[in-house]
C-alpha cells in the first residue's frame, strides 16, 4: 500500500518508520481496550466512596468543583478533586451510571499505554516502545486500576504525561527563555501539578528522575538547563498551588469541610494526613502503631491493619504486593544496572542513557517510598511502578539484543529470563489451585529459553526471531494471565486486589457496634492488623479503604423499603449517617444526598453538634442511622448520636431502625 497517501500515512505512519509500527500500535492500543473495557461493570460500583463523590459532583457544581462526599456539601473526599472532576463531568455528560464512572478510567488506561509507547519510542525506537507498552498494560495492578474508579488511573495518565514533555524536552533544542526545550519542561511541571491534585505528594515522587534526565542530557547549555528546571518547578508550584489557594481563601461556611483534615484546611491534608503522615505513620496514618491524627481506636486495635505487609526492601515482593506489581521487577532492576553500564562512556546527551535515568529515577524513589513508608500504604499504589518497569525492561531488551553477538550480553539476558520464570512461579505458587500447569510451563519455558540465549542466536534471523518471541511469551505468560483474570473478576471496596478471586479490605457485609452481624477481616496472608468485633477494614480515616454497604442493625444498602424513603424524601440532605459506609450505599442506591457525620471514619470535626441542630432545626436533613465512628465517645459524631437518640423517635423500615428528625419525642 502508498504509505504517501492519507489512508497509508494513517496505517502504517510515517514512510521512515518500519512498516509494522503502527499497525502494532494500533493492534496494542485495541487489544488494551478490550481487556479494560470488556464486561467493565463486572465490579459494580467498585470503591462506593468515590462513586457517591461522583454522584454529588454530577448532581451540583460546587460538590464537583470541591470534590464533595455529598451533594448537599457537608464534607470532602480526603484527596484532592481532579479525579472526581473526571468522573462527575463524564455522569453529567453521559448519565450517571456504574458504566460512566468506569468508563473515563479505563480510557486513561489506553491513553497511558499510547502515550508511553510514544514516550519510550521517542529515545528508543518502536520496537521498545511497544515492549514497554505491552508490559504496562498487563501488570495486573494496571487491569485492576484501570478498571476501577480510585484516582490512581488519572495520576498515572498525568505522570506518563509528564514522562512525555520531558523526553520530547531532552530531546528539543534552543537556547533562548522560551525554547522549545523549555516550554515542553514547563508542560512537564504542569502535568506532576496536577498529579499533586489528584493524590497530592505521590506525584512529586517521579520528579527526582525527571530533573536528573534532563539536567545531563537535554540539548541545551548548562544555564538555559539549570532556568528551565526553575521554571519547571514554578510550573509545578502554580498548578497545583492555585487549587489550595482557592480552598484557604474561599470562606469555610459557604464550603464543604476538608474531609480527613483536622483543621477544615486542605494544605494540612496535604502535608499531614497524605504527605508525612503517609511516610512516617502518624497524622491520622496508624502505621507507626498509634492512633495518630486524634483517632482514639477501639479496645482491643493496636495500630492499623497491614494491608502491605510490614515495611521494608522486600516489601513489593510479598504476599499483598508481590502479584500486584513486581512480576518483570527483577528483570527490569537487572536492565536497569545493565543499560547505565553499557552507556557509562556514552556522551552526555546519549538519548539511551536519558532514557535509563528517567526510569530508573521514577523506579528507584517511587518502589524505595513504597517499601519504606510507615503510614497507610494499599497494594494498588504500585501502580504507578508499572509505567517505569515497562520501560526499564524493554530499553534493557532492545540494548543488550543489539549485542547478542557478545556472551556477556546474551548470559544478561538469560539471567533475565530464567529469573522471570522462576519468580512468576512463586507467585502463582501463591495460589496453588489456580492453573497449577501454567507455573510449570513458564518455568521450564523459561529455562530453556535462557539455555538458549546462552548457546547463541546462530546467525539465523529466523531463529532469532523465534527465540525473541519464545522469551517474550514465557516473560508475559504469569503477568498477563493474572491480569486477564483480573479483568475477569468482579472488585470492590478500598483496598481491591488483582487476581482471579476477589480479595479485598473494606467490602464487608454489614456490621458494626451493636449490629449483631460480624465482619471479618479480609486479608492478603499477610494481613497482621488485629481488629475487634465489627471493626471496619481500613485505617482510621483513610477513605482509601472504602466503604461497603454497613450499618448497625441492618444491611442498609440491600433495605428496598430504605432505599425508596429516601428517594423519595426531599431536602438538602435525605438522611445522615455516621461514617460513610452506609451513606455511600444508600446515596448512590437512592439518587438522594446523604451526609456522612464525621466523614469517611465518622472521626473528623464535621458537622459540629450545633451546626447539625441547625440543619435539623431548618428542615435541612430528615432522617438519621447510627454507624461506626473512629473518633470514640467524645467525637462529633457520638454527641450527635446521643443528642438524637434522646430528642427524635425511631421509625422501623425494612428492618432497619432510623430516626425521624421531624419527629421529636416530646411531641
Not at 505458587?429 to 507455573?439: A, C, I, N
Request: charged share 10%.
Amino acid at each position: 500500500m502508498d504509505r504517501e497517501n492519507w489512508f497509508g500515512r494513517a496505517f502504517f505512519g510515517h514512510p521512515e518508520q518500519p512498516r509494522w509500527a503502527r499497525p502494532g500500535l494500533l493492534g496494542l492500543l485495541a487489544v488494551t481496550a478490550v481487556l479494560y473495557l470488556w464486561d467493565l461493570t463486572n465490579s459494580g460500583w467498585a470503591n462506593e466512596y468515590y462513586s457517591a463523590a461522583a454522584q454529588a459532583g454530577s448532581q451540583s457544581w460546587k460538590a464537583l468543583l470541591f470534590g464533595s462526599f455529598d451533594a448537599g456539601n457537608a464534607i470532602t473526599v480526603d484527596k484532592p478533586p481532579a479525579a472526581l472532576w473526571v468522573l462527575g463531568l463524564s455522569g453529567r455528560l453521559l448519565g450517571f451510571s456504574q458504566w460512566s464512572v468506569l468508563l473515563p478510567q479505563a480510557l486513561m488506561g489506553v491513553a497511558s499505554t499510547g502515550l508511553l509507547v510514544a514516550t519510550v519510542r521517542r529515545l528508543s525506537g518502536p520496537g521498545a516502545g511497544l515492549v514497554a507498552g505491552a508490559i504496562a498494560a498487563l501488570t495486573p495492578v494496571a487491569v485492576l486500576i484501570f478498571r476501577f474508579d480510585n484516582p490512581d488511573a488519572l495520576l498515572v495518565l498525568l505522570l506518563v504525561a509528564a514522562a512525555y514533555c520531558t523526553v520530547r524536552a531532552i530531546t528539543a533544542t534552543g537556547d533562548r527563555l522560551l525554547s522549545a526545550s523549555t516550554l515542553w519542561l514547563v508542560s512537564a511541571g504542569v502535568a506532576v501539578g496536577f498529579g499533586f491534585l489528584t493524590k497530592m505528594m505521590q506525584a512529586f515522587l517521579i520528579l527526582p528522575g525527571l530533573a536528573l534526565a534532563y539536567l545531563i542530557a537535554a540539548n541545551a547549555p548548562l544555564r538555559q538547563r539549570i532556568w528551565s528546571l526553575i521554571l519547571a518547578g514554578v510550573a509545578v508550584v502554580f498548578s497545583a498551588g492555585w487549587y489550595i489557594a482557592l480552598v484557604e481563601l474561599w470562606p469555610a461556611g459557604s464550603r464543604p469541610y476538608i474531609g480527613g483534615s483536622t483543621t477544615n484546611s486542605l494544605w494540612q491534608l496535604a502535608v499531614d494526613y497524605n504527605g508525612l503522615g503517609r511516610i512516617f505513620g502518624g497524622h491520622g496514618n496508624p502505621g507507626s502503631g498509634g492512633g495518630g491524627g486524634g483517632f482514639d481506636l477501639p479496645e482491643g486495635m493496636h495500630g492499623a491493619p497491614s494491608f502491605s505487609g510490614a515495611n521494608g526492601i522486600t516489601r513489593l515482593f510479598n504476599s499483598a504486593m508481590g502479584a500486584e506489581i513486581s512480576w518483570l521487577l527483577p528483570a527490569a532492576l537487572i536492565g536497569l544496572v545493565t543499560g547505565l553500564w553499557l552507556t557509562r562512556r556514552a556522551p552526555r546527551t546519549d538519548r539511551t542513557r536519558a532514557a535509563f535515568l528517567l526510569w530508573g529515577g521514577w523506579l528507584l524513589v517511587t518502589g524505595l517510598t513504597f517499601s519504606y513508608m510507615s503510614g497507610i500504604v494499599h497494594p494498588y499504589y504500585t501502580v504507578a511502578l508499572a509505567p517505569a518497569i515497562g520501560a526499564l525492561v524493554a530499553l534493557s531488551l532492545r540494548e543488550l539484543w543489539s549485542r547478542a553477538g557478545h556472551p556477556a550480553a546474551r548470559l544478561t539476558l538469560a539471567a533475565m529470563a530464567a529469573v522471570t520464570g522462576a519468580w512468576s512461579f512463586v507467585l502463582l505458587h501463591r495460589t496453588p489451585d489456580w492453573l497449577p500447569w501454567l507455573r510449570w510451563t513458564i518455568l521450564a519455558g523459561s529455562i530453556l529459553v535462557a539455555l538458549a540465549l546462552v548457546a547463541g542466536t546462530r546467525g539465523s534471523r529466523r531463529y532469532a526471531f523465534a527465540l525473541a518471541t519464545a522469551g517474550l511469551l514465557f516473560g508475559l505468560g504469569g503477568t498477563g494471565a493474572w491480569a486477564i483474570a483480573t479483568a475477569g473478576q468482579g472488585h470492590s471496596g478500598g483496598s481491591p486486589n488483582s487476581g482471579p478471586t476477589s480479595q479485598s479490605f473494606g467490602a464487608m457485609p454489614a456490621g458494626g457496634p451493636g449490629s449483631g452481624v460480624d465482619a471479618p477481616a479480609q486479608s492478603p496472608a499477610e494481613d497482621s492488623g488485629q481488629r475487634p468485633e465489627g471493626f471496619p477494614s481500613g485505617g482510621p480515616g483513610d477513605a482509601s479503604a472504602a466503604p461497603g454497604g454497613n450499618g448497625p442493625g441492618s444491611d442498609t444498602g440491600s433495605n428496598a423499603e430504605l432505599v425508596s424513603l429516601l428517594s423519595h424524601t426531599g431536602g438538602r440532605w435525605s438522611a445522615a449517617s455516621v461514617g460513610s459506609m452506609s451513606a455511600a450505599t444508600l446515596a448512590l442506591k437512592s439518587g438522594t444526598s446523604v451526609m456522612a457525620i464525621g466523614g469517611f471514619s465518622g472521626g473528623d470535626n464535621s458537622p459540629t453538634l450545633q451546626q447539625f441542630q441547625q440543619y435539623v432545626s431548618t428542615g435541612q436533613v430528615r432522617y438519621f442511622l447510627e454507624g461506626f465512628a473512629m473518633g470514640g465517645s467524645n467525637s462529633t459524631a457520638a454527641q450527635i448520636t446521643e443528642w438524637v437518640k434522646s430528642h427524635f423517635a425511631t421509625v422501623t423500615v425494612g428492618g432497619t431502625t432510623v430516626y425521624d428528625l421531624s419527629q421529636p419525642v416530646s411531641a
